[in-house]
């Protein structure tokens, strides 16, 4: 988004992004070990007409793997029409979910580049980073290089880059053909040290090569392939088709096939297909995509079949409906112990009457059973061993009784059963209540601060939690917010949650209508 799209007076930009990857998604690019979920968020903007403002914070939790937060601060100076030189303090924290790596904890580090912008066509730069302060368990960060972009002609472009510093000397290089005005190529080398987190830096480097071309205004196929070696060593192509009939709807298809090798020489060959399609309209918002996956090594061949669907209708300027349904069916030939399925359904209701907008509620009906693979580790380091199945009802609802003071609720109630075993055992029963008080300050402009309360009770342990949650938010328009916060207790308000590990910082995108 551009700032000044928001009713401030700065040319600035900034974004959000929020996703999620199931464990072992692939796509053009990507390669998906663990179930992993990431936000973030960066804005810039200049202070003066030479010097210009950045910050950006990130968060990545890998279910299994390793959880990372960090927050950038940088500056940069315009000293010419050549030279522009910027800085920038990074803080981050990483945790091992499984507790086997070393390379956890905190990091400071500091950053100084110099650009130099020799022509239309040429810019280079200069690189130093040094680690300030760090946990004893946690690795230096320390490198210099050097890098450069060549636009050679109006169809091909290089960029590339070496340094060398803790784990030894990486790079990475990289061009852009535009054959046509309907195909690009492109194709990339990287070597890099930092993808790993134990106390042993191992590089790793990853080939790709690629092609888009779009056929018509409505049709465009692509292709991929990817070389990589390190920690997780293999080839894979990808290949799909997207087409888009009408400005409204548009349909994909992708394959992909593979093989994979692990530090331990374990592989396995991996096919996927996956086909999904869009619609979008004034009143309607629809998206479904299923996916079969299959993945062969020596000791196990895996088949999976998932599909995720979302639907959203106004039925009226007062009511909106939400529904979704997503399912996974993970199959092992090893016997049903190492099964894994996933069913979630999701029906929602949002209530803002558009004579009297200064109340407004959502109820929502949420059905989850959940049996992780075998061999998934949880965030306390635990493997799959727990199978929920929980019927949530929730009702959310605010009322402004100022332009400036407003105050909420949510009350939250599970009907559900757990059980430890797989498939097998004891369903012993797990009901929970969950109740919040909200007050919410509109400061300046467009900033909110934000205070909770929050109890949960929880029936069966006879135990009863309490805390205080707070926030600030910034509007980007009237349709969404983001902001970020910090959760004093250990329980989150999604009461299909059992994990007591949401303490700790978040960032929030809310979307309004």
Known sequence: FKINDLGLDNPGRGGFYLQHREDGFSAPGQLTLYDTSQIGTHLSAPVTESTELSIKADLTDEDGGYDTQSAEVGIS??????????????????????????????????AIQLDQKASPDVSNYLFAQGTLS?????????????????????R????????????????????EFHVTDSTDLYLTYALDTDRTHNSVTQPYGQFISGARTRYTDAVSIFGEARVQHGDTSGVSQVYGVDYSPKDTWKLGLSFETGELEDQTGSKTDRSAATI??????????????LEYRKDETEAETRTAWLTRNNLGYQLSPSWRSQFRL???????????????????????????????????????????????????????GSTGNWQQRSHVLALDTTYD????????????????????????GPWTTSHAQLVIGRLNWHLVRRWDLLAEGRVLMVEEAEDQRAGVLTAAHYH??????????YNFTDFSDDLTDLDYDSRGWFLNIVGKY
């Open 156 to 175: 091909l472009s290089l960029n590339g880059e070496i340094s060398g510093g803790t784990g030894g000397l990486v790079g990475k290089a990289g061009s």
């Open 401 to 424: 009784l100022s332009l400036r003071w407003s105050i909420g609720g949510k009350y939250a109630i599970r009907v559900g059963e757990i059980r430890e075993g797989r498939e097998t």
């Open 276 to 289: 999904s399609m869009g619609l979008r309209n004034p009143s309607t918002r629809f998206g479904t995509a």
């Open 77 to 110: 100076q315009q000293l010419n029409s050549i030279w522009r030189i910027s800085s920038a303090l990074k803080n981050e924290h990483t945790k091992d979910d499984a507790g086997v790596n070393t390379n956890t904890g905190y990091r400071n580090d500091l």
């Open 326 to 380: 997503d399912l996974a069916f993970n199959e092992s030939d090893q016997g049903d112990y190492y099964n894994g399925d996933y069913t979630l359904a999701d029906i929602g209701m949002a209530y803002r009457p558009v004579d009297h907008d200064t109340w407004n509620a959502l109820f929502r009906y949420t059905y989850l059973e959940d049996l992780a693979p075998a061999d998934q580790i949880a965030n306390n």
């Open 476 to 485: 980007f328009g009237k349709h969404i917010k983001g902001g970020i916060g």
């Open 134 to 154: 760090k946990s004893d368990a946690r690795r230096e960060n320390n490198r210099a290089g050097l890098g450069t972009r060549r636009q050679l002609s109006d």
